[in-house]
């Protein structure tokens, strides 16, 4: 039988073993999970690829209210 795997907390470096007792993993915590999920949404973290180009706003017609005139 192998010895069990052995990793460090992507957040806080803590050493973790890859087992049922971290149902986090690879994070040691549920903090440590949110933090990382946190630097993620606000673009800390981000996966290197080609620029997207945003479209235009398109601004669709209003539908006529019954009470406007025409």
């Known amino acids: 039988m192998s010895a069990p795997t052995r990793l ?3 957040t ?5 073993t890859w087992s049922e ?3 986090w993993r690879p994070f040691c915590s549920e903090r440590c999970r949110m933090v990382d999920l946190g ?5 800390g973290h981000a996966i290197v690829g080609d620029p997207v180009e945003s479209a235009p706003e398109a601004q669709a017609p209003r539908p006529a209210q019954d009470d406007e005139p025409a």
């Open 39 to 43: 630097t993620w949404l606000t673009g």
């Open 12 to 16: 806080c470096r803590r050493n973790i």
């Open 21 to 23: 007792e971290f149902p």
């Open 8 to 10: 460090a907390c992507p």
